[in-house]
């Protein structure tokens, strides 16, 4: 590896990131091709993977030696200090390059090595398979047909060769109202509501301006209210707020020449009806501006409505103010709140869930189509669809479902992996923490219904992790097109087997399948209900964690159970035919040893070595990491 | 605290005697009322007859499982005793050194002070004229008396009240004497006053005051603050408005639970609580603690240092103990306290959430060791509704005196008796738990402390599913015990089977 010029330090020190004691461990550090490792006096290990760490700092040189701070992008700080400032200063300049790699096939995916053989990489990727997932949903059918119009990426790039559309919507409808919105992106199938043959729909946001219309638009958005048998209304959910636009809107001297029609059709309510009214000023305005969304006029049978969900700049710079203010050390009380506060963070988090609810009543109390775009129907347009599916289907709340659901809403709609998760050196503005603020909802839901989701936080936090380890092919890559043309399928492994395979680990134990009669959940989202993820963004910072995990004990008992259940048929077993060989008074000796006494021990993985997930203590009712030393009293 | 109840190890065996000049003698240890006894329990062999009075130094030290107790007695003897197991060495050791500690009667009527119950547990060398005089010199006759004995080391928690210093510095011998008397010889103790230093500065001229280094000179003062009163009710009655309103946005929800300052008074006091137990145990330094007039704040901390110290006290009973010691005897006035609450409008100053802001902490360390609590939140959550409103005579009335005068005893029933009834202990007892001996330290980081949502929001959203998933890990508990015992009755009966078989085949 050209960029690593020293592979060895010694005598380097680990600040603890909270302790105000300046407590340190003291140990080597490695550099290797993929990790930076640190091993203490202790010999435990904390792995950094390059492909984690979002930056790194030399701070100015003190007695003890040159400080260097690396922050992750799974939000984990490390504070060394370097004795000699010339071994700093490698490290640093090594891991600038191995940190930003330019092009993808430096990135880890290419060099990782399960040791598996090709068939079972291929397996591994056919493990999830769409295709299967709309023939679940029970498309195709008699209203929804596959289309075979992107087949080869000709109408638009970012989305998948397989797409599902209205019966009675034909090609050239496609393709014109393709070209009317946004990147091609024209209405898609994401979700069929089989009960309320109802769909969810997605797109991009149509490039209207003031008058421009799309004839073939209108079509395809009638096809969709059509293919809807119980109710022709549809919705059409424009997932973004009002004041992006406002600035423009102030600019504007000519405000009058926009009539707004109010319209109260849709609500009785008077305040919801207003900021309804703003919002579609602010699209209006949008609208002039070359893009903005649909004209009720246009369109028959839409309702339209906003949702207020920020752009990725906005959830970028709220996200960074939320870590500056928990990275504070002796943190108050009252910075704490006002810093969740001004970072507005839980309010995104409360947006997106929000649009996610309006979608899910919209089907399963009007039984209406829905439409969900966003500008490009990328990013809020996939929280919003992906987190109404999960709301409406019990599957997409069990592990393989889940998996499913980030294949189809993410994955397959283009999501861009690689620019929002910043996997290569490329423009740090379209870095956004887009899909951690769906990880988020999602582990918000499973606080309030604990027993309505198969998996548990660590598998969250687990996909977290790999959507910026760069390790699996899953998240490499912006669309479909560009992973094929990356060949991932065939150089680089898919995270999924791996995670089912160490499914134990992510089982949440108070599951309940009976909950699943509870199909459609609905989360109240009164503010209190938000709280800060504190797994989630101080994973790492042990000293903030419970220190005895009520969640272990429970995950490793259930275990303990289904083994005990066994052990007891075992024992059962021999007791019959003991009884029966004493009337018998026939003996087969082996079975007299064979009595298993204990568990087998678990498979451990060893492709996720470098991850400490929730580091809680493994060893059932030990208090680890107690210590006064590691607080501020 | 039972004097007797002190003693916990009255017998030990195969304990190894060492005297200088003399062969080392191996035999059973006893104590007594008023001696160590050493007995080989052969003939002619000597015995060891050691008076309490005589001790005038104990170290202890381990080695692997043994322990060693070096005893230097006033007569300038010194003997060396080895004693297998570190457990008993440490209960022997407490058993000896509570020999500082007597039970004092000074207040049987009441009269020396008022808000104190009739025994308390002093020094040995101080007698009870002294006490008399150090009562005159603190607020509220508040004299130091012992809060709590941590046997691991034999280091103590005392409470008070303010000394009445004034603005002219008043002193007290006898105050010093008393509160000298606590600490080993060459050792330092630390006085955790809860008011910053400006508010006990300013107490001074309404002739409280605190403890001048000069006339203390073995004692560290630290001042903490914690809030009293009307602050901390505001602090309530904002909480409550702010949970209540279900149509604030996120921002507004936020920004109320802010400045509701609920969760900071929550931290501070933790953090008071949780360095008076690093103190103990850690600095090996005795502490005493006051605030003003030593029946709030004060109490907070001294309880919540023994939950973190003490495991018994993170038992049911032992947590009723500590409540009745370090609440209900130790004279917090919870009839004035939780006279009202968070929705009346008439105000009163002595109004104040004290004891529900400490069984808030209680539920905070609960949250971070859930295996070390044989209570659940549903105990709290009792607690703080019969300390408001109760069938039960036992958190009426403002302190000891006030119950003797009311004869609670005769006219009503105590909750303890209720509450420990098994039906009853069934709800408030925590499948989770598992006996440990260990201290245990909480997280008082902003990111580790939550809003109590079985208090706060308890009448606010539905806990259908909570109470759910809760169900559904008591099922899972109890699920396993009921395996484990099944698996060891089939294991016995085919071990039985095999050995029948076993008969069988060798003949």
Same mark, same amino acid.
């Given at each position: 590896m050209e960029h690593i010029r020293t592979t060895k330090v010694e005598q380097v020190k680990l600040l603890d990131r909270f302790s105000t004691s300046n407590k340190a461990l003291t140990g080597t550090l490695y550099l290797t091709a993929t990790h930076l490792l640190f091993i203490d006096s202790h010999q435990k290990e904390t792995w950094i993977l390059h492909h984690h760490i979002a930056s790194v700092e030399k701070l100015a040189l003190t007695t003890s030696g040159c400080p260097l701070v690396i922050q992750c992008k799974n939000f984990r700080i490390v504070h060394f200090i370097v004795p000699r400032e010339r071994d700093c200063h490698d490290i640093y300049n090594s891991l600038l390059q191995l940190s930003k790699q330019a092009k993808y096939e430096d990135l880890y995916a290419f060099s990782y090595n399960p040791k598996q053989n090709d068939s079972e990489r291929l397996r591994g990727w056919q493990l999830i398979d769409l295709a299967e997932e709309y023939k679940r949903m029970g498309v195709p059918n008699s209203n929804w047909q596959l289309s075979d119009a992107n087949r080869e990426y000709?109408?638009?790039?970012? =989305?998948? +060769?397989e797409l599902y559309v209205p019966r009675i919507a034909s090609k050239p409808i496609i393709v014109g109202s393709s070209k009317f919105r946004s990147k091609g992106r024209f209405p898609v199938l994401s979700y069929y509501h089989r009960e309320k043959e109802a769909a969810v729909c997605r797109c991009s946001q149509p490039l209207s301006g003031f008058s421009a219309r799309c004839l073939e638009d209108e079509h395809l958005l009638q096809a969709i209210s059509k293919a809807n048998p119980v109710n022709r209304y549809m919705y059409v959910m424009d997932t973004r707020p009002k004041h992006r636009m406002q600035s423009w809107w102030a600019t504007q001297k000519d405000i009058g020449r926009i009539i707004v029609r109010i319209s109260s059709k849709i609500w009785n309510d008077e305040k919801i009806r207003e900021s309804h009214e703003q919002k579609r000023l602010n699209a209006m305005a949008n609208r002039a501006a070359g893009k903005g969304y649909e004209n009720e006029d246009n369109y028959s049978n839409i309702r339209f409505q906003f949702v207020g969900i920020e752009n990725i700049h906005v959830m970028r710079s709220s996200l960074q103010k939320l870590l500056e203010v928990n990275g504070t050390k002796g943190l108050s009380v009252n910075d704490f709140y006002s810093g969740l506060e001004s970072s507005g963070w839980l309010r995104h988090i409360k947006a997106v869930m929000d649009a996610a609810i309006f979608l899910t009543k919209a089907i399963m109390i009007e039984n209406a189509s829905v439409l969900v775009h966003c500008s490009d129907g990328w990013d809020r347009t996939s929280q919003v669809c992906s987190l109404g599916s999960l709301l409406l289907d019990?599957? =997409? +709340?069990t592990i393989r479902g889940f998996m499913v659901l980030i294949e189809k809403d993410w994955i397959s709609f283009g999501h861009k992996f690689s620019e929002r998760c910043g996997h290569l050196d490329s423009d740090p503005k379209e870095v956004s923490p887009v899909f951690t603020q769906f990880l988020e909802c999602v582990w918000h839901l499973t606080e309030q219904f604990p027993q309505a989701f198969e998996f548990n936080e660590a598998f969250l936090l687990q996909i977290h992790e790999h959507i910026y380890s760069c390790q699996f092919g899953n998240f490499l890559g912006n669309c479909q097109k560009e992973r094929e043309e990356l060949k991932l399928k065939e150089k680089t492994y898919s995270l999924w087997p791996f995670l089912l395979d160490d499914q134990k680990k992510y089982l949440n134990p108070l599951y309940s399948p009976k909950s699943q009669a509870v199909a459609v959940l609905e989360p109240n989202t009164v503010s209190f209900n938000f709280k800060f993820w504190r797994n989630m963004y101080h994973q790492f910072d042990r000293t903030l964690h419970p220190r005895q995990s009520v969640f272990n004990i429970i995950m490793n008992m259930n275990e303990q159970n289904k083994q005990l259940e066994n052990d007891i048929k075992d024992l059962e077993s021999k007791i019959k035919q003991h009884k029966n060989k004493q009337t018998d008074g026939v003996l087969t000796k082996e079975l007299l040893h064979s009595v298993r006494p204990e568990s087998p021990t678990l498979k451990t993985s060893l492709c996720f070595k470098e991850q400490t997930l929730l580091p809680v203590n493994d060893a059932l009712r030990t208090i680890e990491g107690s210590n006064p030393a590691d607080n501020r009293y | 605290m039972e004097f007797a109840e002190l003693i916990r190890t009255p017998r030990v065996d195969n304990v190894v005697l060492h005297r200088p000049f003399y062969p080392a003698v191996e035999g059973t240890l006893c104590l007594t009322g008023h001696h160590l006894i050493l007995s080989s329990?052969?003939?002619n062999t000597e015995e060891l007859w050691l008076l309490h009075s005589n001790i005038d130094a104990i170290d202890k030290r381990f080695v692997g499982p043994l322990g060693t107790i070096i005893i230097k007695c006033k007569d300038f003897r010194i003997i060396q005793l080895d004693i297998p197991g570190m457990e008993e060495c440490l209960n022997i050791a407490s058993s000896i050194e509570t020999s500082e500690w007597r039970l004092s009667y000074v207040n049987k009527e009441f009269a020396?002070?008022? $808000? !104190?119950?009739p025994i308390v547990i002093v020094p040995k060398s101080i007698d009870d004229e002294a006490l008399r005089k150090v009562a005159t010199f603190r607020h509220g006759g508040r004299f130091p008396v012992l $809060?709590? !004995?941590?046997?691991?080391?034999g280091m103590v928690i005392m409470r008070s009240g303010q000394p009445l210093t004034g603005t002219n510095g008043r002193r007290c011998k006898e105050d010093e004497k008393l509160i000298n008397a606590t600490l080993r010889a060459g050792k330092r103790g630390y006085i955790i006053d809860t008011r910053s230093l400006t508010v006990a500065q300013q107490a001074r001229a309404k002739g409280g005051g605190f403890e001048q280094e000069a006339h203390y000179p073995q004692w560290r003062r630290i001042h903490k603050s914690i809030e009293r009163y009307h602050i901390l009710q505001e602090s309530l009655i904002k909480l409550v408005e702010a949970c209540n309103d279900q149509t604030h946005n996120m921002d507004r929800w936020l920004s109320k639970l802010e400045a509701s300052n609920w969760l900071t008074h929550i931290k501070e006091i933790l953090t008071t609580a949780c360095l008076a137990a690093q103190c103990i145990d850690r600095e090996g330094a005795s502490i005493l603690i006051h605030g003003t007039e030593g029946t709030d704040s004060t109490l907070q901390v001294t309880s919540l240092a023994q939950i973190i110290l003490e495991p018994r006290s993170r038992t049911i009973r032992g947590f009723e103990a500590l409540i009745e010691r370090e609440w209900l005897q130790a004279g917090h006035p919870f009839q004035q306290r939780c006279a009202q609450s968070a929705y009346c409008n008439s105000k009163q100053k002595w109004e104040s959430p004290v004891f529900l802001l400490f069984l808030d902490c209680v539920w905070q360390i609960l949250r971070q060791f859930p295996c070390s609590f044989e209570f659940n939140e549903n105990f709290l959550i009792m607690l703080f509704e019969h300390a408001y409103a109760s069938q039960f005579g036992t958190f009426l009335g403002n302190n000891e005196s006030e119950r003797c005068k009311l004869k609670l005893q005769q006219k009503t029933m105590s909750l303890w008796s209720w509450v420990n009834r098994p039906s009853e202990l069934r709800k408030f007892t925590s499948p989770l738990f598992e006996a440990n001996n260990l201290v245990i330290w909480p997280s008082v980081a902003p990111q580790s402390l939550h809003l109590w949502e079985g208090i706060f929001l308890r009448w606010n959203r539905s806990s259908k599913y909570l109470d759910e998933a809760y169900e559904e890990m008591v099922n899972i508990i109890e699920y396993n015990k009921e395996l484990q015992a099944k698996v060891n009755i089939l294991r016995r009966q085919l071990a039985e089977l095999e050995t029948e078989d076993g008969m069988q085949e060798s003949p």
């Open positions: 000709k109408i638009c790039e970012t =989305y998948p +060769r019990s599957f =997409y +709340r | 329990r052969q003939d020396v002070c008022p $808000s !104190y119950p $809060s709590y !004995y941590h046997k691991k080391n």
